[in-house]
């Protein structure tokens, strides 16, 4: 059957256009890059960490993000998000994880150190009119795939409470004030505990902007009880 549909509606790549995948080595090749930053200042800083001077008690931990939001990522972003090519998102887990099997980031040294103990991956959620309308949630599908291929157990561990306007037109700080209070817990972080210690979290976005959603979520899941949060995004 797949085959017979590559046929009628060959796959193009979300980037040149040529047929044969929805994202070709050539344009992968050409995700740019950018140094990673601390989520709260947003200055340069060592493996994406929160820098000492901009902890806070529940605050992130640290941001990594695979490329800058820009073609042909942003291409692809759009193309899983708005025009529901739900294969994209395997595509993309695959990138990201051949990036740090490549590169071996410092968050991946921390979950290799523990073995995978203690971490779960956990998506920002939709709220439940938008993910019927879109079909599905374009980030739980890449943490899914994520907890996969990393070995890690993986939590809808939040909901949406209310419907809040598209962050995309909305400025920073509009952004916060239409995001705030909007997630609340959907389960408990203490069934995902692993021998007695509080979780880790790889907190799962497609895009990185102001990091108003991301934020939100942390301080949620923060006062549920987890230990460390790393935003864990597609493109910033």
């Known amino acids: 059957m797949s085959f017979i549909l590559d046929i009628l509606f060959p796959k193009k790549c979300v980037g040149c256009k040529k047929e044969g995948s929805y994202f070709c080595q050539n344009c992968v090749s050409n995700i ?133 306007r598209s962050q995309v037109k909305l400025k920073g700080r509009d952004r916060q004030q239409n995001i705030r209070n909007a997630f609340e817990m959907d389960s408990s972080l203490r069934g995902a505990e692993r021998r007695g210690n509080l979780i880790n979290v790889l907190l799962v976005d497609d895009v990185w902007t102001t990091g108003s959603t991301l934020r939100e979520c942390c301080y949620i899941l923060k006062r549920a009880g987890a230990k460390k949060i790393w935003a864990i995004t597609l493109a910033r």
């Open 32 to 164: 740019l890059q950018t140094d990673l930053v601390c989520p709260r200042c947003e200055k340069l800083a060592v493996g994406g960490q929160t820098h000492p001077i901009c902890r806070r008690k529940f605050g992130l931990d640290g941001l990594w993000s695979l490329g800058i939001y820009d073609n042909p990522l942003k291409s692809a972003v759009q193309t899983l998000k708005y025009k529901r090519v739900k294969d994209l998102a395997e595509v993309l887990a695959d990138i990201t994880i051949e990036y740090w099997a490549k590169y071996q980031p410092f968050l991946l040294e921390k979950i290799k150190r523990s073995r995978g103990e203690g971490w779960v991956v956990i998506p920002v959620p939709l709220h439940w009119w938008r993910d019927n309308d879109r079909g599905f949630n374009q980030s739980g599908e890449i943490a899914k795939l994520l907890s996969e291929k990393l070995g890690l157990d993986y939590l809808d561990a939040l909901k949406r409470n209310r419907y809040t």
